[in-house]
């Protein structure tokens, strides 16, 4: 059964903690990518890849560092850089060859600060 | 000047109505149009993608292109209580994919 799985669910940050979120993948997509979506905001791009060993920023880079040493993997971490980091994350992924169409989504993962 | 425009809502209608989305854009060079729903707390989920001017349908479900005007729309027909969600739409090209705001739905019985 294909898809794309974020875990956790819901997760908690303390003041001045990096906190690491998980993405896999099992559809063989080439490139991933990591959204954060807001109220009001819609999505928006953190960071993508479009091949293993290769990450570029998206808007809202600032805070946020990624890797991708496997094809089914992209971890998101949240820094403490990140002053403002409470919102829904979202991860995705799509065939790749250089096109953006078709990003299928996770389940997403809730970030809170305590 | 958002290059994606989307109308919040949210957007309430009795069961069996026919329902209206729609999106506005601003670069003519985008070529993928999606729409997307999105239950509360999930992620979103791809409903319906095009490449070209015209409508396409999927059961209940038309998208509409009007490349000239830079507008979308999706149609949902006898809407039910389970289509209630906020539908994203999402245009693009082989340089970017930009998502709108999300218009939220509610579909009372």
């Known amino acids: 059964d294909g898809g794309i799985t974020q875990s956790p669910k819901y997760l908690f940050r303390k003041e001045g903690q990096n906190v690491t979120l998980s993405c896999e993948q099992n559809?063989?997509?080439?490139?991933m990518y990591w959204y954060r979506q807001d109220p009001g905001q819609g999505l928006r791009l953190i960071y993508y890849?479009?091949?293993?060993?290769?990450?570029q920023k998206g808007d809202i880079a600032e805070g946020y560092s990624v890797s991708r040493e496997k094809k089914e993997s992209f971890p998101l971490t949240v820094t403490s850089a990140q002053k403002n980091p409470t919102a829904f994350y979202l991860c995705?992924?799509?065939?790749?060859?250089?096109?953006?169409?078709?990003?299928?989504f996770g389940p997403g993962t809730r970030l809170l600060v305590l | 000047q958002k290059e994606v425009e989307q109308d919040p809502g949210p957007l309430s209608v009795p069961e069996g109505a026919i329902v209206s989305l729609n999106c506005t854009y601003s670069n003519s060079a985008f070529q993928y149009f999606m729409w997307y729903r999105q239950y509360s707390r999930k992620g979103p989920e791809l409903l319906m993608y095009?490449?070209?001017?015209g409508n396409k349908e999927d059961g209940r479900f038309t998208a509409q292109v009007d490349k000239s005007s830079k507008y979308i729309s999706l149609f949902i027909r006898d809407s039910q209580p389970s289509d209630s969600a906020t539908y994203l739409c999402?245009?693009?090209?082989?340089?970017?994919?930009?998502f709108g705001t999300g218009t939220r739905l509610q579909v009372f019985p």
């Open positions: 999402a245009i693009g090209n082989t340089d970017k994919l930009i």
């Open positions: 559809l063989n997509h080439d490139a």
């Open positions: 890849s479009q091949i293993v060993n290769d990450f």
């Open positions: 995705a992924s799509s065939i790749g060859g250089g096109n953006w169409e078709t990003q299928y």
């Open positions: 095009t490449y070209s001017s």
